[in-house]
């Protein structure tokens, strides 16, 4: 069984369009994140969620929107996508004390 | 604030060779260390962890690294290279507490060659 899962795999679409990704881990944490790696591999946190609170929000544009209906689930919206929003994106899960995160297999954004 | 730096962006060894992926951090507190594998358009893999305790740690695939605290490093070791060690390692680092976000370095992409 897959720990962290991510759907879907492969995203391609047009500037300006609404899309949404989904996480959902099988671990048990109570902890989640979204961490958007570039094209040069850097890896940032986008956000985090602890038991379905928003926990970290680090200077995001508006037009993402993460929502964790319960704690193991943690989706991504993102509105008017831009052309720099081109990007691979983690999902991660950890236990509260954040020790030791777990990362899905990643989507694979591409805005054309 | 934390901060994590890679040294060396490329690395090649030869196939058997020692592997040394080199990782120095700077954190106000006493850090939790990671280094994460990530093979081609996959995710991230743990390969070992240092958060209390002895500082020589080991992980999978034959690999070790050692805290070092006076020198602020967290180098990566493995003895013997082999090709499908080829990938991007990442350093990270975070601290204790609820919902600690990891910093990663700017990752060292390994090639092995025969």
């Known amino acids: 069984d897959t720990a962290v899962s991510q759907t879907p795999k492969y995203l391609v679409t047009q500037m300006g369009n609404d899309k949404s990704i989904k996480c959902e881990q099988n671990?048990?944490?109570?902890?989640m994140y979204w961490y958007k790696q570039d094209s040069k591999k850097f890896l940032k946190i986008m956000f985090s969620y602890n038991n379905k609170e928003l926990i970290i929000n680090e200077t995001v544009p508006n037009r993402f929107s993460p929502k964790s209906p319960d704690k193991a689930h943690l989706n991504l919206h993102i509105n008017s996508l831009e052309l720099g929003d081109s990007a691979v994106y983690f999902c991660?899960?950890?236990?509260?004390?954040?020790?030791?995160?777990?990362f899905g297999p990643g989507t694979r954004l591409l805005v054309l | 604030a934390q901060s994590v730096t890679q040294l060396g962006s490329h690395v090649s060894v030869s196939e058997g060779a020692l592997v040394l992926l080199r990782c120095n951090y700077s954190s106000s507190v006493p850090p939790y260390l990671f280094w994460y594998v990530q093979y081609p358009n996959q995710g991230l893999q743990l390969l070992l962890k240092?958060?209390?305790?002895?500082?020589l740690v080991k992980g999978i695939n034959g690999f070790e690294a050692e805290f070092k605290k006076s020198e602020t490093s967290f180098h990566l070791t493995k003895p013997s290279a082999h090709m499908s060690d080829a990938a991007e390692y990442f350093c990270?680092?975070?601290?204790?507490?609820?919902?600690?976000?990891?910093?990663f370095g700017t990752g060292t992409r390994l090639q092995v060659t025969l």
């Open positions: 990270a680092v975070s601290y204790t507490g609820t919902a600690s976000k990891l910093t």
């Open positions: 240092y958060t209390t305790g002895a500082t």
């Open positions: 991660a899960s950890s236990r509260a004390d954040g020790e030791t995160q777990y």
């Open positions: 671990l048990g944490h109570d902890t």
